[in-house]
């Protein structure tokens, strides 16, 4: 089942990428076993109308024998990201034939209850993870070859039909992570019950992401995308503080551009390391934004000199968006990210984060000397924050407007207030209108949650940012959530920017970052 692929690549000369390679870390392996047996039953006051039941205790698969149409659900008690191993064995008579099971791997418990042929969303049905085996000799050990991310494993039974039965004498996943949990350190006594539960919960989606890379969520897409990797990174300094992994992403963002000499929003490692063809003009800037962060962590200058001309790019290459008054042009041929909102319009916000990533690029080209470079940023940087106040700042609203429509968002507020247009003041009181007006184009995802906390944090408003922490995440928590979740909007809890709820992935890079607001700011 191992794939060898057929694709031939050209060896080319990659030095960043050879680097990264030279800090590609060896996982962690942890056996977990399972906690229960469970049944899932319909239930309108449960998140997504889904609710689990203890239903048997895991000492009964091995003796309880299985057959055609039998079947179970195991909890195993967490979320996991891992290798299954089962062990099978027979009662009643010896195999006369191979066992053919169907094994479903859920994060959530809609993906033990809904049925995936029922799935029309608009990313492939086979980030689904279900499989059907057949297992030749019993009694026999089997380690499945594909990775999967789960808390519960439900296994269903095609045979045997007719001699024989199967048990279980073992269970249990490998899980693997490249975080070192060793390193975490134990909150102050002083922190409340439930900001703890929020930090275990954020630390747990951390760890579960990362892998050989910082992925953005280990069911889907299992890839590097550089606004996660920012976020992780961010909370990483302060938890697991492994800074080889964010460098070796880095490199690996740094040497697979885009022909241009755009660095792309997301990478692949394998079958070796390519760059994909997403381009996003906010997540390129964060290259910039990332490094800067990495280096204020790190101190690694030797990164900060081979990767600071890559990141001095990224801005040049976007500040060519810019129209003759010094604003980004807003048409249909850009892509920008900001949130998964149908209705947003990026121009203000974008303007915003090339204003956010201008700050600390010129920071990073004083740094490093370039005193040449440094003067270019800080002649452009007047030109767009002026042209951020006089053709997006609407005076009488007292909010930003945003494209052709003058669109007023949540999301460019934000920006704008991370990116310091305003002075400290002002921005407090934007924000202040903000929470009042609340504007009906609002966050959707928990990384845009993560802007909107660290921006009223930014402008002195604390108390304001942990009651934000405790409706969005501490609503995800009382849901049942494991591990943080890509989307969730506690009014619409089947919302799906996919299509489907089953495909969403439940443990998600840019959800992590309760733990980094937690041990920053609150602690
Ligand atoms: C999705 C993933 C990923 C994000 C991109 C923009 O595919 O959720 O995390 O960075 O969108």
Partial sequence: MHGTGSVKFVKTFHPFVDKAESLLPRLAEHPVTPARLVEVVADPNAFQGWAVQEAGTVEELQTR???KGDSFILDFGDHQ????????DTIEARADSPVRMKLTFGEMPCEMAEDFEGYDGWLDRSWLQDEIFNFDVLPGTYTLPRRYTFRYLKVEFITPARKYKVVFPDIRVT??????????????????????????????TLQDCMQTVFEDGPKRDRRLW?????????????????????????????????????VGACVYEKPEPAGDDIYLYDYSLFFAATLYDYYRASKDEEALRELWPVAYEQILLSLERLDERGILKDDPSWWCFTDWHDKLNKQASAQAVLIYTMKRALSLAERVGDAGKASFIRRQLKIVTAAALEYLWDSERGFFVSGADGQISWASQVWMVLAEVLDAERNGELLDRLLTVNPEIRPKTPYMYHHLVEALILAGRKEKALEQMKAYWGEMMRDGADTFWEVYDPADKNNSPYGSNLINSYCHAWSCTPAYFIRTYFS
């Fill in 175 to 204: 899980a693997v992570t490249s975080a070192d949990v060793s390193q975490v350190a134990a909150l102050p006594e002083s922190i409340p019950e439930e900001l703890r539960d929020m930090d275990r919960i954020a630390v747990k």
């Fill in 226 to 262: 550089i606004g996660d990797l920012r976020l992780q990174a961010l909370t990483n300094y302060c938890t697991f503080r492994n800074y080889d992994l964010v460098k070796r992403c880095l490199y690996l963002f740094a040497d697979l551009r885009l022909e241009n000499g755009a």
């Fill in 81 to 88: 990201v891992g290798y299954l191993t089962l062990s099978l």
């Fill in 65 to 67: 024998g299985f057959g």
